[in-house]
């Protein structure tokens, strides 16, 4: 069983910039894919940012594209997301995965592709 546990989210001013955390209990780091999701109220958990094993594949949803940076510090079992010029419509529970194994094409993760889910990390813009 793998833990993640996430850190980082909070209350925020539109424009501004947050980095989310999140460190694994896993051995051989490296040989899980991680990615970002997140759940606005009301709306279904979607898809954020993936980043493989190795860190040297990134994939971002369009709404993010350009605003978010995901990378990971395997020496530190953590995978972080540096969140830029954020919007009201980025408020949402963030959530880190990770999936083990064989790497999904870069676009195809949905809410069904992780092994393990984190707990959760609130952030929130404010217009």
């Known amino acids: 069983q793998v833990q993640l546990v996430e850190s980082g989210g909070g209350l925020v001013q539109a424009g501004g910039s947050l980095r989310l955390s999140c460190t694994a209990s896993a051995r051989a780091f490296s040989r899980y894919s991680m990615a970002w999701f997140r759940q606005a109220p009301g709306k279904e958990r979607e898809f954020v940012a993936h980043?493989?094993?190795?860190?040297?594949?990134?994939y971002y949803a369009d709404s993010v594209k350009g605003r978010f940076t995901i990378s990971r510090d395997n020496a530190k079992n953590t995978v972080y997301l540096q969140m830029n010029s954020l919007k009201p419509e980025d408020t949402a529970v963030y959530y880190c995965?990770?999936?083990?194994?064989?790497?999904?094409?870069?676009?195809?993760?949905?809410?069904?592709?992780?092994?393990?889910w984190g707990q959760g990390t609130q952030v929130t813009v404010s217009s």
């Open positions: 980043l493989s094993g190795s860190g040297s594949s990134t």
């Open positions: 995965a990770a999936r083990f194994g064989t790497p999904l094409s870069p676009g195809t993760w949905s809410p069904r592709s992780p092994d393990y």
